[in-house]
């Protein structure tokens, strides 16, 4: 604007000078007179120039008062008054505000497992008993924003079961009822590395595939045989630190492989622990890695492969090793057409050398396989087979076939019919078992590797 | 050697060299972020189209593409459970929560039935933000244009003019789209359907059906046999002669509902490529609206007079 300006006085100037020179009037005159004209022109330009910033500036200043608080007229503060003593006098209820509320609680699931036996071994103290085997309390929340916690504190009423069941002498019998705690840890996804994730407490070690799954994701009522006789009954838990590392697809062709280190205490999980019981932490913590490759061989099959090796110490003796090593592939089908027709395919196996004195050695192994196929929308079925040496005494193995119906009647509540026949080094058994597994509360979704 | 491995591996990546890297849950964000960002950009859907939306697997070939994304498109919703399982393994910053590579699709959309009094499980799988079927709308589409492109022209500002000259485009070609299928339903309009799943309502706002029931009772739960009775009761009372089914719900089902109540079934796509024919968003509403004049046909209902 101001340049503007400054070029239209600029062109009138020989405008004014030709006017000024067309008058009959001596040259000095003239000239005066043209420098008195310009410097009115100029002045009148300064004013206009003057004017319009003050103009500006009030504009603005408005604006500002405007964006601040617009200030409530007098009608407007006669109106809301007026209308408060009207809602006095009505007789309407309270006017109910909608909030959204910020929580920071954490969310909160109950998972309740019930199961129910029925069996030809009648000396099996825990056959042909009914009872809610655990009540598992699942706690999760952000801690910061590159932490998450998480705690799994189940509530259970166990009578053992040991997977070599020889006799009434080989299970007491007892009601053991108690509060564990089964996982409890902080996981930190994003410390700065990338694609390293680490967590740090009391978590399920990554054996295989079937250890990291709390009870209620298995997709049979009981564990399967082998991790049962390596691992522990329900899995193995430990307390430590767990690495994982994705290598950069880019690196590797878009390939997803994951590898998994973690250093854990050796204590297993107590009297229940197998392999590793060893309380011997500052001596001789154990060691545990897990490297797998996922594929979609095609669009709708997807492969995982997997293997794990656990070195550790047994019993308090250091001179006792326990090492294992596992396999695992998993081979699941998701029908293109979007419906229902799905499989899974799953096996582990096991080989472990365990030391169960200082001059005796244990060479066990085990497997099992196990396919599942969904029926329609609600309905799964599917069979495992078990086969497995004791991995304490590799003189005795055990058996089995187990298949097994899934009816969910929603995402949150499921029932499972299984039969089981057992034979070997052990009381040959047929078992009915039924299980009922509900989930109330904020759960999370469940991994991909939890196909129900 | 390496000059060999190197260039084989890339080509091996799910995503080719490219600006922008965007990876969406469903197929319909990743057609609208293909038609946005043409040649500059890759696009990488989760769901591959027929599947159910809630039960898509969150496999670590997924997290493969979404690691190395730069736009993560999602609904914003409870829609896909499994959204936060994929970007736990995904492990890529960018696009977590709060990052600028997080793309809330449902930005600026008036959901329906939104929940306003005590919600429990015994209301079946009852979504808490409201109804999130909303991408079954081309004028939703238009809002959703909008959301994308910005964030688009947010990580790419090289190619900013490129990608709002293509969403312009997009919004033409839904208005079109919108005009198009309400005129072609004309004759049809306010034909009473019953959809299996409640997927619908704001398809209904596009062309005018009027979805008079479910036949899931709640919301994802296979319903009883009583209530199966009681929605063919009222199909014959209502007069319904359309069911519709999603391309992933009991087929068979709903099949035998329409038998009995002396309708036709007709299976529908609620997101593009959940049949070959829809292959684009505007070919989806069209597929829809086409397959549901023919069924209405051949279910006998009398089109109305212009």
Same mark, same amino acid.
């Given at each position: 604007m101001r340049k503007f300006a400054g070029l239209l006085a600029i062109s009138l100037?020989?405008?004014?000078?030709?006017?000024?020179?067309?008058?009959?009037?001596?040259?000095?005159?003239?000239?005066?007179?043209?420098?008195?004209?310009?410097?009115?022109?100029?002045?009148?330009?300064?004013?206009?120039?003057?004017?319009?910033?003050?103009?500006?500036?009030?504009?603005?200043?408005?604006?500002?008062?405007?964006?601040?608080?617009?200030?409530?007229?007098?009608?407007?503060?006669?109106?809301?008054?007026?209308?408060?003593?009207?809602?006095i006098d009505s007789r309407n209820p309270i006017t109910q505000t909608q909030r959204t509320p910020a929580s920071f609680n954490p969310d909160f699931a109950v998972v309740g497992d019930y199961h129910a036996s029925l069996s030809t071994n009648n000396q099996n103290p825990a056959r042909n008993r009914f009872d809610i085997g655990s009540v598992e309390l699942d706690l999760r929340a952000a801690v910061d924003p590159r932490a998450d916690g998480v705690v799994i504190l189940p509530i259970s009423?166990?009578?053992?079961?040991?997977?070599?069941?020889?006799?009434?002498?080989?299970?007491?019998?007892?009601?053991?009822?108690?509060?564990?705690?089964?996982e409890a840890y902080i996981f930190l996804h994003d410390f700065g590395v990338p694609n390293l994730t680490a967590k740090l407490g009391r978590f399920h070690l990554r054996f295989g595939r079937q250890n990291i799954l709390h009870s209620h994701d298995w997709p049979t009522v009981d564990n399967n045989f082998v991790n049962q006789s390596f691992l522990g009954s329900e899995s193995l838990n430990d307390s430590g630190l767990s690495l994982s590392y994705v290598i950069p697809p880019k690196l590797i062709g878009g390939q997803y492989i994951e590898v998994i280190a973690e250093i854990i205490s050796g204590e297993g999980n107590n009297d229940e622990g197998p392999v590793l019981n060893n309380s011997a932490f500052v001596d001789s913590p154990a060691l545990n890695a897990h490297a797998l490759w996922n594929h979609d061989i095609a669009s709708d099959?997807?492969?995982?492969? $997997?293997?794990? %090796?656990?070195?550790? !110490?047994?019993?308090? &003796?250091? /001179?006792?090793?326990?090492?294992?090593?596992?396999?695992? #592939?998993?081979?699941?089908?998701?029908?293109?057409?979007?419906?229902?027709?799905?499989?899974?395919?799953?096996?582990?196996?096991?080989?472990?050398?365990?030391?169960?004195?200082?001059?005796?050695?244990?060479?066990?192994?085990?497997?099992?396989?196990?396919?599942?196929?969904?029926?329609?929308?609600?309905?799964?079925? $599917?069979?495992? %087979?078990?086969?497995? !040496?004791?991995?304490? &005494?590799? /003189?005795?193995?055990?058996?089995?076939?187990?298949?097994? #119906?899934?009816?969910?009647?929603?995402?949150?509540?499921?029932?499972?019919?299984?039969?089981?026949?057992?034979?070997?080094?052990?009381?040959?058994?047929?078992?009915?078992?039924?299980?009922?597994?509900?989930?109330?509360?904020?759960?999370?979704?469940?991994?991909y590797w939890a196909v129900r | 050697m390496k000059k060999i491995i190197i260039p084989l591996l890339f080509l091996l990546s799910p995503f080719a060299q490219a600006n922008l890297k965007i990876v969406t849950t469903t197929t319909d964000y990743a057609d609208l972020a293909r038609q946005i960002g043409g040649d500059k950009v890759e696009v990488h859907s989760v769901m591959k189209g027929p599947e159910n939306v809630h039960n898509v697997m969150a496999k670590p070939t997924e997290m493969?593409?979404?690691?190395?994304?730069?736009?993560?498109?999602?609904?914003?919703?409870?829609?896909?459970?499994?959204?936060?399982?994929?970007?736990?393994?995904?492990?890529?910053?960018?696009?977590?929560?709060?990052?600028?590579?997080?793309?809330?699709?449902?930005?600026?959309?008036?959901?329906?039935?939104?929940?306003?009094?005590?919600?429990?499980?015994?209301?079946?799988?009852?979504?808490?933000?409201?109804?999130?079927?909303?991408?079954?709308?081309?004028?939703?589409?238009?809002?959703?244009?909008?959301?994308?492109?910005?964030?688009?022209?947010?990580?790419?500002?090289?190619?900013?003019?490129?990608?709002?000259?293509?969403?312009?485009?997009?919004?033409?070609?839904?208005?079109?789209?919108?005009?198009?299928?309400?005129?072609k339903f004309k004759p049809y309009a306010g034909l009473k359907v019953v959809s299996f799943h409640k997927a619908w309502e704001y398809f209904a706002d596009a062309v005018p059906i009027d979805v008079v029931g479910t036949i899931e009772e709640k919301i994802g739960i296979t319903p009883s046999a009583a209530y199966v009775k009681k929605i063919i009761e009222m199909m014959k009372q209502q007069g319904v002669k359309v069911v519709i089914c999603e391309t992933y719900d009991d087929d068979k089902l709903a099949q035998y509902v329409a038998d009995q109540a002396g309708a036709k079934m007709v299976i529908l796509p609620d997101h593009v490529l959940g049949v070959p024919e829809a292959k684009t968003y505007q070919e989806l509403f069209q597929y829809d609206t086409d397959k549901l004049i023919e069924t209405a046909k051949a279910a006998g209902v009398e089109p109305k007079s212009p």
């Open positions: 100037i020989p405008w004014s000078a030709g006017n000024v020179l067309a008058q009959d009037a001596s040259p000095n005159q003239k000239l005066e007179q043209l420098e008195k004209r310009m410097n009115e022109s100029e002045s009148r330009h300064q004013a206009e120039l003057k004017a319009r910033d003050e103009r500006i500036s009030k504009l603005e200043e408005e604006m500002r008062q405007k964006a601040i608080t617009p200030a409530p007229t007098k009608e407007d503060v006669d109106k809301v008054t007026s209308d408060i003593l009207n809602d009423r166990d009578v053992d079961d040991p997977l070599f069941f020889r006799g009434k002498s080989s299970a007491n019998g007892n009601i053991d009822t108690s509060i564990d705690i089964e099959w997807n492969l995982e492969i $997997g293997t794990s %090796f656990l070195t550790g !110490k047994r019993n308090d &003796d250091n /001179r006792q090793n326990a090492n294992l090593c596992g396999a695992d #592939v998993t081979l699941i089908h998701t029908d293109p057409s979007g419906r229902f027709n799905n499989q899974l395919l799953q096996a582990e196996a096991i080989y472990g050398d365990i030391d169960t004195s200082r001059t005796e050695t244990q060479h066990g192994f085990g497997a099992y396989f196990l396919a599942q196929q969904q029926l329609n929308r609600d309905w799964y079925a $599917g069979c495992r %087979f078990d086969w497995t !040496k004791n991995a304490l &005494d590799d /003189r005795e193995e055990v058996w089995g076939v187990s298949p097994y #119906v899934s009816w969910y009647w929603s995402e949150f509540l499921r029932f499972r019919l299984e039969y089981q026949h057992k034979a070997g080094d052990v009381k040959e058994e047929d078992t009915l078992y039924f299980q009922c597994t509900f989930i109330y509360g904020a759960h999370p979704p469940h991994p | 493969v593409a979404l690691n190395q994304a730069d736009l993560f498109v999602h609904s914003g919703l409870d829609t896909e459970p499994w959204r936060d399982n994929l970007l736990r393994g995904a492990r890529n910053p960018r696009v977590n929560f709060g990052s600028p590579g997080w793309v809330d699709m449902s930005n600026g959309i008036t959901l329906k039935e939104v929940p306003t009094g005590r919600v429990g499980r015994d209301q079946g799988d009852i979504h808490g933000y409201g109804n999130p079927h909303y991408t079954l709308n081309p004028q939703i589409a238009q809002r959703m244009a909008v959301t994308l492109v910005k964030a688009m022209m947010n990580a790419d500002p090289a190619n900013a003019d490129f990608y709002k000259d293509n969403a312009k485009k997009f919004v033409l070609s839904m208005a079109d789209v919108s005009k198009q299928i309400k005129e």
